[in-house]
């Protein structure tokens, strides 16, 4: 089972900041958090991801509450473009690897 | 530098018959993940391959099965399909990189079981 909860839907703006949430409560000490996203009938696209720390690259910023028990994906101007299934996935950094485990994810709708 | 590609995008069977599915790696990957996405669903992990070796496998019968090749590409295998298989299949690659692994996926091929 996921090992997070995410609203099943949002709409936002399109030119406003989008803020998805996480809740991943049981969160272990050497869990990640990553976030993908999928257009749909694409394969899932990686967003970014992050330990404690918040994160930004050129798609989105990750900040992760201190107690790492939720973490919030901001896409600081939306687009028509970014309107897809968001998914917020916790795992392990294993060196042999490991699985994703996807839940329903976020569905997002930009409106112009 | 190509991502991750998967052959064909689209397919159509017969219950019964037998199915491979194709994935490419990115550049600079040694190993390859097979989910499979149902209509509405989140991606479920199938297995993944590493070393030409299954290291790691979900909750799916032996009818699924795979192989990895010496230049890293992947096959996916399925034997005697069900209507319930009819779903998008994903590959994804990855790297170990500075001790973490981020997995990227391709665009999938759509199988439909008749």
């Known amino acids: 089972d996921a090992k997070t909860t995410q609203p099943p839907s949002m709409d936002c703006a399109e030119g406003r900041a989008a803020n998805l949430p996480c809740n991943h409560s049981?969160?272990?000490?050497?869990?990640?958090v990553y976030w993908y996203r999928q257009i749909h009938s694409q394969g899932p696209q990686y967003i970014i991801h992050g330990l404690k720390n918040n994160e930004t690259n050129e798609m989105a910023s990750l900040i992760i509450t201190e107690d790492r028990k939720s973490s919030t994906l901001i896409l600081p101007h939306a687009t028509l473009r970014d309107t897809a299934v968001y998914y917020c996935i916790v795992r392990v950094h294993y060196n042999q690897g490991g699985k994703l485990i996807f839940g329903q994810g976020t569905e997002l709708s930009v409106k112009p | 530098d190509a991502g991750v590609t998967q052959s064909p995008t689209h397919l159509i069977k017969t219950r019964g018959q037998q199915v491979t599915l194709r994935c490419s790696p990115k550049s600079g990957h040694d190993t390859v993940s097979w989910y499979q996405q149902a209509l509405g669903q989140g991606p479920q992990f199938i297995f993944q391959y590493y070393e030409e070796e299954e290291r790691q496998r979900g909750n799916f019968p032996d009818r699924f099965s795979g192989h990895q090749f010496p230049n890293y590409s992947s096959e996916l295998n399925v034997n005697a399909l069900l209507l319930g298989d009819s779903a998008l299949y994903l590959c994804?690659?990855?790297?170990?990189?500075?001790?973490?692994?981020?997995?990227?996926f391709g665009p999938g091929t759509r199988l439909l079981v008749l």
């Open positions: 049981t969160i272990s000490g050497n869990e990640y």
């Open positions: 994804a690659s990855s790297a170990q990189l500075a001790g973490q692994e981020t997995q990227y």
